[in-house]
């Protein structure tokens, strides 16, 4: 039995006062609209119309069930076509999740554009260095950085980023700019500390690639740290580039020893399987891609 079809039949027939009439507005047959409106009858155990051969009324029992089932089946109509929304532009609800430093850094400076070019998207930004779980928290797009694990997520290669060395002008402007990978041994090099961890910088000298241990005298557990410490002029950093991207144009940072710049990462943004990939879900997609262009990283949209 199509319960939805004998209703829309039923509907029609109440609101058009005629079962020829709402036959044809459905396509149907009267007959097959008769029989459709037979079946509702019997499922609910009233006689909705009161039929002659010249025209068909509601009964008491029809008008009571036509007033809750036409607003019924109106809010199943906008739940449709709300759906076709979400399918055919970005909009609704977008859970991101991104690394605290690339969230901070790509994503949140071109937020503000996103939401004022997809007003229907209403976004939802946690930012932790710990990755959740996509299907437990409802989360639509995550974004990570470095090789990935195994999973059946879907990934997306959105681009990558390159190490760099850079420090102030008014640091280089007291201790020099080191024109070679040997001259850091001069330097303050500022140490990130991940898991335990201090990061060597992994730096091309020539056609080999060299291991330099940062300095031991200040070293921190947070990119934004790193980052203020190298406006403030405590010294040189080895951050990813989108970091000092900002910093760089403003001129409160430069890159030093470009050319021994090796190290890159991987950035994808994964997603849960599914048989289309939802609007909202590939327009923020590529808003990071092209957020990780403007800032000097390499974008690259792949599948």
């Given at each position: 039995m199509d319960r939805l079809g004998n209703l829309?039949?039923?509907?029609?027939?109440?609101?058009?006062?005629?079962?020829?009439?709402?036959?044809?507005?459905?396509?149907?047959?009267?007959?097959?609209?008769?029989?459709?409106?037979?079946q509702l009858e019997e499922e609910v155990g009233v006689r909705l119309f009161h039929r002659t051969t010249r025209a068909v009324r509601l009964s008491e029992e029809?008008?009571?069930?036509?007033?809750?089932?036409?607003?019924?089946?109106?809010?199943?109509?906008?739940?449709h076509e709300a759906t076709a929304r979400l399918r055919d532009r970005p909009?609704?609800?977008?859970?991101?999740?991104?690394?605290?430093?690339?969230?901070?850094?790509?994503?949140?400076?071109?937020?503000?554009?996103?939401?004022?070019?997809?007003?229907?998207?209403?976004?939802?930004?946690?930012?932790?260095?710990?990755?959740?779980?996509?299907?437990?928290?409802?989360?639509?797009?995550?974004?990570?950085?470095?090789?990935?694990?195994?999973?059946?997520?879907?990934?997306?290669?959105?681009?990558?980023?390159?190490?760099?060395?850079?420090g102030a002008p008014a640091y280089l402007k007291r201790r020099g700019t080191p024109r070679t990978v040997?001259?850091?041994?001069?330097?303050?090099?500022?140490?990130?500390?991940?898991?335990?961890?201090v990061l060597p910088w992994r730096l091309r000298d020539g056609a080999k690639v060299r291991e330099l241990s940062p300095g031991p005298r200040i070293v921190v557990n947070s990119g934004e740290a790193l980052i203020d410490l190298a406006l403030a002029g405590a010294g040189l950093v080895w951050v990813c580039d989108f970091m000092m991207a900002r910093a760089r144009r403003s001129g409160e940072l430069v890159e030093v020893l470009?050319?021994?710049a090796c190290e890159e990462t991987p950035i994808h943004v994964l997603s849960l399987p599914a048989r289309r990939v939802l609007p909202k879900v590939r327009a923020f997609a590529e808003f990071v891609a092209a957020q990780l262009g403007a800032d000097g990283s390499e974008k690259r949209m792949t599948s």
């Open positions: 829309e039949a039923f509907v029609e027939a109440a609101e058009l006062g005629s079962f020829t009439l709402a036959a044809a507005r459905l396509r149907l047959s009267p007959s097959a609209l008769s029989r459709r409106v037979a029809g008008r009571a069930f036509f007033e809750r089932s036409r607003g019924a089946l109106r809010e199943l109509r906008e739940a909009a609704g609800l977008l859970r991101v999740e991104a690394p605290s430093i690339l969230g901070r850094h790509v994503v949140v400076p071109g937020l503000a554009r996103f939401a004022s070019r997809y007003p229907e998207v209403q976004v939802e930004l946690t930012l932790r260095d710990h990755p959740g779980d996509l299907v437990a928290e409802g989360i639509d797009l995550a974004l990570r950085l470095g090789a990935l694990e195994d999973s059946t997520l879907v990934a997306r290669r959105l681009g990558r980023t390159r190490m760099r060395v850079c040997d001259a850091l041994a001069r330097h303050e090099r500022l140490a990130l500390s991940l898991h335990g961890r470009e050319e021994s």
